[in-house]
């Protein structure tokens, strides 16, 4: 049984293409390109003349059963136009399909626009959401925002050039004058990560005629910081919880979320303050 590579490619700057991704490369038996014409010349570059097939949005359910059929007798590779494939690209289906049929999948990672654009994105990268293109149409876009406007991650989009600066409007009116980080052409030439709020990344990309590719990372929904009860403000509510025979656990659970205290601190005063009433 033959295995499934995902194999990061770049980006743009074509030194990006690890050691590793360049050897299953050459090693696999037929590579499945997004676009065969944009995959060939970077094989081309690298001297690499594995067999290709065409694997992309309006076939990648009729292709299923030729990739299947080429892993039964040996390797397969995966690759998108750029970046890391079955991200924002085809692949999830290939990739389910090659392990309900018992195939072996193994990533080889590499480039990635989306992760690329948010640790240099100056936001916090503890914990974030992608969310992909986002929606064409203003009122899907308005939708979309309205649903993740109280997130505290940060936020990931990507989005085409012509539609940049009615993107940047909607996330302000759906989310707010935020922070973002527009990143522009990762890795080639013409990089470039704008750093600001949302109301000068209009002003600066409205005097301009956007061009290249944009992943957006945007600051989420800051967490407003519960204001610390005081001592007393806590025993008040812990005695009143104890009349009604609630436990210290329940208590210090219930208390925690509101009071600005931790919860081992609560459970302690409350198994105190019990003690003392027994």
């Known amino acids: 049984m033959g295995t499934l590579y995902l194999v990061a490619t770049p ?47 309006h076939n990648k359910l009729t292709k299923l059963d030729t990739i299947l059929a080429a892993l039964v007798g040996g390797d397969v590779a995966l690759v998108s136009d750029a970046g890391t ?3 924002n690209d085809p692949g999830y289906e290939l990739v389910h399909a090659a392990l309900e049929t018992g195939h072996r999948v193994c990533p080889i990672p590499g ?4 992760v690329a654009a948010l640790v240099t994105s100056g936001l916090p990268t503890d914990a974030f959401l992608f969310l992909g293109y986002l929606p064409r149409k203003s009122p899907e876009r308005q939708a979309l925002l309205e649903r993740v406007t109280g997130y505290p991650y940060t936020l990931i989009f990507l989005e085409t050039p012509h539609r940049l600066v009615e993107a940047l409007a909607d996330l302000q009116s759906a989310l707010g004058d935020r922070e ?42 800051p967490v407003e910081k519960t204001a610390r009860w005081s001592e007393e403000h806590m025993i008040s509510a812990l005695l009143a919880g104890a009349k009604d025979s609630k436990s210290p656990t329940s208590l210090a659970s219930r208390l925690a979320a509101e009071s600005g205290w931790a919860r081992r ?4 005063l409350a198994t105190l303050i019990k003690s003392k009433m027994e």
């Open 11 to 57: 980006i743009g700057n074509l030194e990006d293409l690890s050691p590793r991704a360049l050897r299953i490369l050459r090693e696999v038996r037929l590579i499945a390109a997004e676009d065969t014409r944009v995959t060939r010349k970077m094989l081309t570059h690298f001297g690499v003349h594995t067999p290709l097939t065409s694997y992309f949005e």
């Open 85 to 87: 494939p079955a991200l």
């Open 111 to 114: 480039p990635s626009a989306p």
């Open 180 to 221: 973002i980080a527009v990143a522009r052409e990762l890795t080639k030439v013409h990089e470039e990560v704008w750093r600001g709020n949302l109301t000068e990344a209009q002003q600066y990309f409205g005097e301009k005629k956007p061009r290249g590719e944009f992943t957006l990372v945007v600051a989420g929904n």
């Open 265 to 268: 601190e609560i459970y302690k």
